[in-house]
T-cell receptor, first 115, second 112 residues
Framework: ETGVTQSPTHLIKTRGQQVTLRCSSQ?????VSWYQQALGQGPQFIFQ???????GRGNFPPRFSGLQFPNYSSELNVNALELDDSALYLC??????????????FGPGTRLTVT | SQQGEEDPQALSIQEGENATMNCSYK?????LQWYRQNSGRGLVHLIL?????REKHSGRLRVTLDTSKKSSSLLITASRAADTASYFC????????????FGQGTELSVKP
């Protein structure tokens, strides 16, 4: 088990609603990355936060937004939910958001179902 | 978008046999990482190999990297039923620290 926690574990929402997912990073880690994993696929990078600033974004629309707090925990917000947003959402924390390669520690994920 | 393609998509072997999974990618990389995922849960980091390395070992795991062919392989020796999981390769490009691009994964089933 890593020190990364996510809440909630499971969530069911209706199309058009908004959702907030939460992630607590491992102690000492200042970078959080969010990934979306559709069933049977590999995770896709949504965005990364480094010291409370967005530090890179994947190919996701603006209705996917995030925050990072001074304690380096993070939130992923998704507005106007669509059926295709149903997926496992993973957060990962690491020690730096710079150019270096550091091992990432993944949380257990939040399973979001949109009906 | 997916960077890597993994081969095979699914692999079924008996306990004690070796399992080999391959990963190909498209762009220049800083490093390549392998992860394991059990039953749609969180990813567990297995091993990281940098672009200037050719081979790396960790316990029963052996990873090779061929940057000229843009490919990597993961070998699990003497497999166990507990190795049953999905395995993903992920690449990290230069100056893209922490932004991993994953392949589609290989689903490994080890039968006792």
């Amino acid at each position: 088990e890593t020190g990364v926690t996510q809440s909630p574990t499971h969530l069911i929402k209706t199309r058009g609603q908004q959702v907030t997912l939460r992630c607590s990073s491992q102690s000492g880690h200042n970078t959080v990355s969010w990934y979306q994993q559709a069933l049977g696929q590999g995770p896709q990078f949504i965005f990364q936060y480094y010291r409370e600033e967005e530090n890179g974004r994947g190919n996701f629309p603006p209705r996917f937004s995030g925050l990072q707090f001074p304690n380096y925990s993070s939130e992923l917000n998704v507005n106007a939910l669509e059926l295709d947003d149903s997926a496992l959402y993973l957060c990962a924390s690491s020690a730096t958001g710079g150019a270096s390669a550091y091992e990432q520690y993944f949380g257990p994920g939040t399973r979001l179902t949109v009906t | 978008s997916q960077q890597g393609e993994e081969d095979p998509q699914a692999l079924s072997i008996q306990e004690g046999e070796n399992a080999t999974m391959n990963c190909s990618y498209k762009t220049s990389i800083n490093n390549l990482q392998w992860y394991r995922q059990n039953s749609g849960r969180g990813l567990v980091h297995l091993i990281l190999i940098r672009s200037n390395e050719r081979e790396k070992h960790s316990g029963r795991l052996r990873v090779t990297l061929d940057t000229s062919k843009k490919s990597s392989s993961l070998l699990i020796t003497a497999s166990r039923a507990a190795d049953t999981a999905s395995y993903f390769c992920a690449t990290e490009s230069y100056n893209q620290g922490g932004k991993l691009i994953f392949g589609q994964g290989t689903e490994l089933s080890v039968k006792p």
